[in-house]
């Protein structure tokens, strides 16, 4: 009976730590960043290797089999608006994603 006891309370308490670990650093992003020139073209030449990397894996899944055609074409579509939101907020990530969290707009 004691033994269940300890195992309870550490499961809380180490699931009141990574709680805490996963919530604060989400909270304290903000998006009041400007980037300089250098940085911006920095960050396009890093976003467009990733794009293209992305690319190349999206269509070796197609073609092993792994995804459909259809699905393959789906996803490197969502790349490219994903790139050019990026490009549109010179590169600077928009982390609101209001649309996931419907339950906390109740």
Do not use: C
């Not at 309870?8 to 998006?31: C, D, H, K, R, Y």
């Not at 073209?41 to 990733?50: S, Y």
């Not at 792994?66 to 990530?93: A, C, S, W």
Request: glycine share 4%.
């Amino acid at each position: 009976m004691i033994r269940l006891w300890k195992k309870w309370l550490i499961a809380g308490f180490m699931m009141s730590l990574l709680a805490g670990i996963t919530i604060s650093p989400v909270q304290a992003e903000t998006n009041d960043v400007t980037l300089t020139d250098k940085q911006i073209a920095e960050m396009k030449t890093l976003q467009q290797e990733l794009v293209e990397k992305e690319k190349t894996i999206i269509n070796k899944y197609v073609e092993y089999g792994v995804l459909t055609e259809e699905k393959g074409k789906n996803i490197l579509e969502h790349l490219d608006r994903k790139y050019k939101m990026l490009e549109e907020n010179q590169f600077v990530p928009k982390w609101d994603h209001k649309h996931h969290h419907k339950k906390d707009k109740e």
